[in-house]
């Protein structure tokens, strides 16, 4: 009973002088995170716009490496206060920071070697990929936490909900080359429609993997999906310019709202969450054909855009399956 009572003073107010409740660290790595992808995503602007040169030391740099080096610093020094235990998720995001050090000293070795990266090559690069992963680790260390323990509202579930949409930034950035909210799908030429529609199919399984993540765990807080989806279309409208499709994002999260709302999607409800998952990216893709439309840009045929959003609704059915499969439940009865 006594080590009970220790952890859920831990949880709520912290057990001693300098120890932060494990809420507390939730958001504060959430912060943190949030600062580490906003120098991320700055750091992608500056290639994608020809501002970097041939060194290492560049201004996106040194926001991305100070928050790389303030969340190590949090971390170790709740580690040193709790006895050298973090709470649990986050010894996974300390030795991210040490990877992501490590990653960072490869990078300077590899541009020595082979110069600076362009274009695609940027996010090909074998230690930028190794920098990916380690921050990844880092990202996702209030997922881990609050997946541990039940949680709701969005004082509690807010930091969850914040490294979900880092995530997601960060799994968009690095597949810029094929997201159609960075190179509009529907304006490819000829030979590049198929690039275009792949590119649909792609992020729609890279949106929903995560969107389903959250609500087959949690019961997410209202605009839980507007933030996730807002904030993600806002980091691939900086990169690219494209401002124009960042409502889309906004109105297709909205929609995300409305229908965890009306139907209340569960593992529990597999039929609903079904629907969930299928509908979302339809309404979503809907929105995105309309922009371009109204924008004057459309180059496709009826047949290749209407197909393109059904089958985005067809990606979020199937991964709906890997969530609540049909075949385990009949094998449970």
């Known amino acids: 009973m006594g080590e009970a009572f220790s952890q859920h003073a831990d949880a709520v107010g912290g057990a001693s002088a300098g120890v932060l409740s494990v809420q507390a660290v939730d958001w504060s790595v959430a912060g943190l995170s949030a600062l580490v992808t906003g120098g991320f995503t700055l750091d992608v602007w500056a ?6 040169d041939k060194s290492f030391f560049t201004p996106w740099h040194a926001i991305l490496y100070s928050g790389v080096a303030l969340t190590g610093v949090f971390l170790a020094y709740q580690a040193s206060r709790r006895r050298r235990s973090l709470p649990a998720g986050y010894a996974l995001s300390l030795a991210g920071v040490v990877l ?13 070697l082979f110069g600076v990266e362009a274009d695609i090559e940027t996010l090909l690069s074998p230690t930028h990929l190794l920098l990916a992963f380690s921050g990844l680790l880092i990202l996702t260390g209030p997922l881990r936490s609050l997946s541990r323990r039940a949680a709701s509202g969005w004082r509690e579930l807010g930091p969850a909900v914040i490294a979900a949409t880092l995530v997601l930034v960060v799994f968009g950035i690095f597949t810029q080359y094929a997201h159609p909210f960075t190179e509009i799908a529907a304006v490819e030429p000829a030979g590049r429609q198929a690039l275009g529609i792949s590119s649909i199919l792609l992020q729609t399984a890279l949106l929903m993997g995560v969107v389903l993540l959250l609500v087959q765990r949690w019961v997410l807080p209202p605009g839980a999906l507007t933030l996730l989806f807002s904030l993600n279309g806002l980091a691939m409208a900086i990169i690219q310019d494209q401002y124009h499709l960042l409502p889309v994002m906004v109105l297709g999260g909205l929609a995300g709202d409305l229908l965890l ?11 609903r969450l079904r629907i969930f998952a299928a509908g979302l990216p339809l309404a979503l893709y809907a929105l995105y054909f309309l922009d371009v439309f109204l924008t004057g840009t459309i180059t496709w045929s009826t047949h290749l855009w209407a197909g393109s959003i059904v089958l985005a609704g067809v990606v979020g059915l199937l991964l709906s399956m890997l969530v609540c499969s049909p075949l385990g439940a009949t094998a449970a009865r």
């Open 261 to 271: 709302n009306w139907l209340r999607p569960s593992r529990l409800s597999p039929a």
């Open 100 to 112: 992501f050090i490590v990653g960072g000293l490869c990078d300077l070795g590899w541009h020595a």
């Open 47 to 52: 290639h994608n716009h020809g501002k970097v």
